[in-house]
């Protein structure tokens, strides 16, 4: 069984409903951390060495957060800006995180509909995310399609019960070394949706 860490942060989850959905579907699962960095880290003094210790243990990691300005968070930015060290994550010496498994797991005020080409936001997800896949592949990670969770602002209760449902299948799946190849995990978001 993988060990799962899941660095989510929402500076507002007071008043999410899309990823505390997200959230209550994995706690509790074996093997399965979840970080809330604001939580941790009100004031953005993040522990490296903390975090660093907790990407060590962990086989696959996931940034979960919602989409903001078609990016993550400010927390989310410095964890990364002073977690993932040269030396320790990518540079001379840098192999601490070689050969773990990471994807973004996002929730949009846009629908999935609006993030191609021809929606109002132009680009996909993929090509918007592409910062997070360089700097997984610079710390030599493999990187692995997002989970998107799209129009958060009029979802119903059922389809965000539904899509929690998918969130905590896939975690499962990640923990227990089903879906870690491109193909499969794209054949995994395409089914019932
Ligand atoms: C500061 C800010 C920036 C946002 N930027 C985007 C964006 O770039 N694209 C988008 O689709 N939604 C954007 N949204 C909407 C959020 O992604 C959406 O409210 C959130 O995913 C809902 O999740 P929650 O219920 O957990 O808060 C933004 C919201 C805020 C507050």
């Given amino acids: 069984m993988r060990k799962v860490l899941v660095l989510f942060a929402h500076p507002k989850f007071e008043h999410s409903e899309a990823n505390l959905a997200l959230v209550l579907a994995i706690s509790n699962l074996e093997n399965v ?47 990364i800006d002073i977690v993932l060290e040269f030396g320790w994550a990518y540079g001379p010496g840098g192999v601490y995180l070689k050969n773990k498994y990471i994807l973004n797991a996002i929730t949009s005020g846009g629908t999935a509909e609006t993030y191609g080409p021809d929606g109002k936001n132009r680009f996909t997800l993929r090509e918007l995310l592409q910062p997070f896949e ?56 395409s089914k019932n949706d």
């Fill in 33 to 79: 951390e979840v970080r809330d960095l604001y939580e941790l880290y009100p004031e953005f003094n993040i522990s490296i060495q903390a975090e660093q210790e907790a990407l060590f243990e962990a086989d696959v990691i996931i940034w979960q957060h919602p989409f903001y300005w078609y990016s993550c968070p400010p927390l989310m930015k410095q964890w």
């Fill in 134 to 189: 360089q700097t997984a592949k610079l710390c030599h990670m493999n990187y692995l399609p997002v989970f998107h969770v799209g129009g958060t602002h009029q979802i119903s209760a059922e389809k965000l019960k539904s899509s929690a449902d998918k969130y905590r299948d896939l975690v499962i799946q990640l923990r227990d070394s089903v879906l870690l190849d491109e193909a499969s995990l794209q054949h995994f978001y």
